[in-house]
């Protein structure tokens, strides 16, 4: 029987940073420390932990921008850090970001058609009428109308905004997005929409996702499986999210008690 091979296989990654400092003397941070973590296609892999703790390092470690000091990431059997230069251009365009500041994502004077259209015009030359279609097809995906193509980033609402950013990370029809904290700054009711839009569009779209986020409420929405990272290891996994509540590790305990139920609306204390 052939064994199916996974869509993101990372080993023994490891990277660090110096601290900085005026003279260059800091204190060397261990960001990250021999990771190794594998995802299957349509699978959402959620990253927890306390901030500092490494999970952006690893994001952009996955993405391809930040190339480890040692360890292999394979995307799609290819490693995202060799020789194959052009194998390495052909998988990037299954890998997408979105991150939490959406604002800062997108160019204040482009409208959201062009900041949408940019990953499809990097990869495929596009006329204008095609553009307009398909930036148009995109916006509907992400709940919002095609004649909002024209606004630019002011006129929308964050959660509007980190529609576009997601119409615009999935113009090329990825297998794999890293989310990294890509509801963080929102209001938890629109949190939940988004969250929702992102678990359909992993269904419609089949895709995966690196759920990146120091809220375990968020990411036991979306995500099926957990690595809990602490100080630049992964210290506690768990294949099922379903047992969240079976955490042990004392990071992973911190993280659960930081989402139980918070006073409800009227009750004194
Ligand atoms: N470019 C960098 N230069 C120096 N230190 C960095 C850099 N990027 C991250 N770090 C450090 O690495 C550690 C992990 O950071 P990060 O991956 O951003 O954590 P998290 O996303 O979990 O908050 C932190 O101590 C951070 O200060
Ligand atoms: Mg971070």
Redesign the pocket.
């Known amino acids: 029987m052939a064994v199916t091979q996974p869509l993101l296989e990372l080993r023994g990654v490891s990277k660090h940073?110096?601290?900085?400092g005026i003279f260059k003397q800091g204190r060397k941070?261990q960001?990250n420390k021999q990771i190794t973590l594998s995802l299957a296609a349509r699978e959402c892999l959620g990253l927890v932990?306390e901030?500092?703790?490494?999970?952006?390092?690893?994001g952009r470690i996955i993405l391809g921008i930040e190339k480890p000091d040692c360890g292999e990431v394979l995307f799609q059997g290819v490693n995202l850090y060799g020789k194959d230069k052009t194998a390495i251009r052909e998988v990037r365009r299954d890998l997408q970001v979105v991150f939490q500041d959406c604002f800062s994502s997108v160019n204040p004077r482009r409208t959201a058609g062009a900041s949408i259209a940019e990953p499809l015009n990097n990869f495929a030359r596009l006329n204008l009428r095609d553009e307009l279609r398909v930036v148009g097809e995109l916006l509907e995906l992400v709940g919002l109308k095609a004649e909002d193509a024209s606004k630019y980033p002011h006129q929308f609402s964050g959660g509007q905004l980190q529609r576009v950013c997601i119409a615009r990370a999935i113009s090329l029809r990825p297998k794999l997005i890293v989310l990294d904290e890509a509801v963080s700054s929102l209001d938890v009711l629109v949190q939940a929409q988004i969250l929702d839009l992102l678990s359909d569009l992993r269904d419609e779209l089949n895709m995966s996702y690196i759920f990146i986020s120091h809220d375990l409420a968020a990411v036991a929405h979306l995500a099926d499986r957990l690595a809990v990272?602490c100080l630049g290891e992964v210290v506690e996994r768990l294949d099922n999210i379903d047992d969240i509540n079976c955490l042990t590790h004392p990071v992973s305990k911190a993280l659960l008690a930081a989402v139980l139920p918070a006073q409800p609306v009227g009750s004194s204390s």
Request: positive net charge; glycine residues 32%; without cysteine.
């Open positions: 940073f110096h601290g900085g941070v960001a932990g901030s500092g703790s490494g999970k952006s390092t690893l990272m």
